[in-house]
């Protein structure tokens, strides 16, 4: 009986992180590579083309034009911090503990899609553009994101949240309470 109550025993859970294995791969880098490039294109459009049309823009689309222009330029000032600190440290430059401090100071949550700005379709077609793209990128960086605080936290209330898990350990419940 010893060796078949031990496939009772409950089984140690190793989950495989996505977050984790996501900052070594060749996707992080694609990932990396298109927020910087977001930076870089919104950053050119702004200081050029947007200037101008911002010119061109009624007085309330104007101000729509502004206030949606500094959240673009925070949201992706905040991604592109995440991206660096994730690739810093991948490669060893920083630590856990650092990585953690310097995460802690951004501002990444849900701050409303596009469908919150009440003059949206009104806002130059490019800066749309660039708005949906960094609310799209926000949106696979916050998953990872959590992915890789419950990994980093020690959180073991993922394992308690795998059903299939909660059912072999109410099994092993039932089973134990039938031969006590």
Do not use: C
């Not at 060749?26 to 950053?43: D, K, S």
């Not at 049309?53 to 729509?64: D, G, I, N, R, W």
């Amino acid at each position: 009986m010893g060796s078949k109550a031990s496939l009772w025993e409950k089984p140690s859970v190793d989950v495989v992180s996505f977050g984790e294995h996501l900052a070594g791969s060749e996707h992080f880098e694609a990932i990396y590579r298109h927020g910087m490039e977001l930076v870089e294109q919104t950053a050119a459009y702004l200081d050029g083309p947007g200037r101008q049309e911002a010119k061109q823009l009624s007085s309330s689309v104007a101000l729509t034009y502004s206030t949606e222009s500094m959240r673009l330029t925070a949201r992706l000032l905040d991604l592109a911090s995440w991206l660096l600190i994730q690739r810093s440290l991948r490669d060893g430059d920083i630590t856990e503990e650092e990585a953690r401090r310097k995460r802690a100071r951004l501002k990444l949550r849900v701050s409303g899609k596009p469908s919150h700005i009440s003059n949206f379709s009104e806002l130059p077609p490019r800066l749309q553009q660039l708005i949906n793209q960094s609310f799209a990128l926000s949106d696979r960086i916050m998953r990872i994101d959590r992915s890789l605080h419950q990994v980093r936290a020690g959180d073991d209330t993922q394992a308690a949240r795998n059903p299939v898990a909660a059912q072999i350990a109410e099994l092993q419940a039932a089973f134990n309470a039938a031969i006590r």
